[in-house]
Antibody, heavy 122, light 108 residues
């Protein structure tokens, strides 16, 4: 079955860096676009970034542009999020989710991981 | 930046119809998606491309879109439908995603 497992979260000081990973299994990873979505404690969902199935295009939310980098390794079925210059307001659970458009239909983010918590605090 | 607007809360009695709206300027040209999130869990897709229902989602969930507003309808809401519901779409470029602020559905 489809499985997405995030890892790499933890406690980090403001200004430092952290890299999140999302290991995919149970589907052809290289066919899917992948998103990072975050949720601050007690708050709503916030879209963070997307990478196309082949890594050819990447797009970011204004709140993370220039600080975060999304990437993927299709040979390892793994998605990454490199987070630099972290701020207190980046504290959140970070989810990865897959996405596909095929035959003119865009199915949305139909599978999500369970998330990994990132806490930015001094 | 682009925004989607949802009501903070909706409340219905069991068996009633719940409607949750989502407004955004790009919705006439961009599809809306709806996600259900129960406490402590990851979101679950309940509607894609405005009105399509993924396999495994009960038929009481339906979606529609007209002009700048998309609507999630739960016909005959059940207690187990209590959750936060989020709409999702993209800006006019199609490259940047955005979630609505979320609507807390209470069924009691």
């Amino acid at each position: 079955q489809v499985q997405l497992v995030e890892s790499g979260g933890g406690v980090v000081q403001p200004g430092r860096s952290l890299r999140l990973s999302c290991a995919a299994s149970g589907f052809t990873f290289s066919d899917y676009g992948m998103h990072w979505v975050r949720q601050s404690p007690g708050k709503g969902l916030e879209w963070v970034a997307v990478i196309w199935y082949d890594g050819g295009y990447k797009f970011y939310a204004d709140s993370v542009k220039g600080r975060f980098t999304i990437s993927r390794d299709n040979s390892k079925n793994t998605l990454y999020l490199q987070m630099n210059s972290l701020r207190v307001e980046d504290t959140a659970v970070y989810y990865c989710a897959r996405d596909i458009c095929t035959n003119g239909v865009c199915y949305g983010q139909d599978s999500w991981g369970q998330g990994t918590l990132v806490t930015v605090s001094s | 930046s682009y925004e989607l607007t949802q009501p903070p809360s909706v409340s219905v009695s069991p068996g009633q119809t719940a409607r949750i709206t989502c407004s955004g300027d790009a919705l006439p040209k961009k599809n809306a998606y709806w996600y259900q999130q129960k406490s402590g869990q990851a979101p679950v897709l309940v509607i894609y491309e405005d009105s399509r229902r993924p396999s495994g989602i009960p038929a009481r969930f339906s979606g529609s879109s007209s002009g700048t507003m998309a609507t999630l309808t739960i016909s005959g809401a059940q207690v187990e439908d209590e959750a936060d519901y989020y709409c999702y779409s993209t800006d006019s470029s199609g490259n940047h995603g955005v979630f609505g602020g979320g609507t807390k559905l209470t069924v009691l």
